[in-house]
């Protein structure tokens, strides 16, 4: 059983940029959730991706977009990065996407916006 | 106020004693709580579920009052390797979002 891959591990953007961030869900999963997580804090919501459409967001502007594709894997794309931009994005899948699912988090994604 | 909200330590203990951990939630509606843990620089990963009645997994037992909206998680006998941070989690709502508190760091030393 091959768990949540995600790339790249590590990248380094400039304001203003675009990024795009890759998930692949743990086998059997039909559910992402992606999540940032800045230096000294827990990771935040971000949205959750379920049969393709989004179902839940969090308190992220709308630069903050994603996909899932028919494979259950997912993107995540910031348009216009900013400084605060900078953290640790984890993709998680789960079961399911209702309900208090057990979340598989990937090793995550380091951006750095300079 | 932040939704989930735990003391960020960190905690020094030395090996084999007892540390406790407490979070409290501000959301009413909140149904379900986790304990995550997390090492340096790796992703969070599942420790326990938490339910009312108190529940023990080896060294590590957890608790909820929802009356008082307050988890507890409790470390027995700790070992160096129980060094990481301990993320406090609810789950609000029909979809998986989870609400993470800061964590708490703990630090096991000989």
């Known amino acids: 059983e091959t768990g949540v891959t995600q790339s790249p591990t590590h990248l380094i953007k400039t304001r203003g940029q675009q990024v795009t961030l890759r998930c692949s869900s743990q086998?059997?999963?039909?559910?992402v959730s992606w999540y940032q997580q800045a230096l000294g804090q827990g990771p935040q919501f971000i949205f959750q991706?379920?049969?393709?459409?989004?179902?839940g967001r969090g308190n992220f502007p709308p630069r903050f977009s994603g996909l899932q594709f028919p494979n259950y894997s997912s993107e995540l794309n910031v348009n216009a990065l900013e400084l605060d931009d900078s953290a640790l994005y984890l993709c998680a899948s789960s079961l399911e996407a209702f309900g208090a699912n057990v979340l598989t988090f990937g090793a995550g994604s380091r951006l750095t916006v300079l | 106020r932040k939704e989930v909200e735990q003391d960020p330590g960190p905690f020094n203990v030395p090996e084999g004693a007892t540390v406790a951990f407490n979070c409290t939630y501000s959301n009413s509606a909140s149904q379900s709580f986790f304990w995550y843990r997390q090492d340096c620089r790796k992703e969070p990963k599942l420790l326990m579920s938490?339910?009312?009645s108190g529940n023990e997994d080896g060294r590590f037992t957890a608790q909820l009052n929802r009356a008082s909206q307050y988890i507890s998680l409790l470390i027995r006998d700790s070992k160096l390797s129980d060094s990481a941070t301990y993320l406090c989690v609810a789950h609000t709502g029909t979809a998986s979002k989870l609400t993470f508190g800061t964590g708490t760091r703990l630090q096991v030393t000989l």
């Open positions: 938490v339910y009312s």
């Open positions: 086998s059997g999963h039909n559910t």
């Open positions: 991706y379920y049969r393709e459409e989004e179902n």
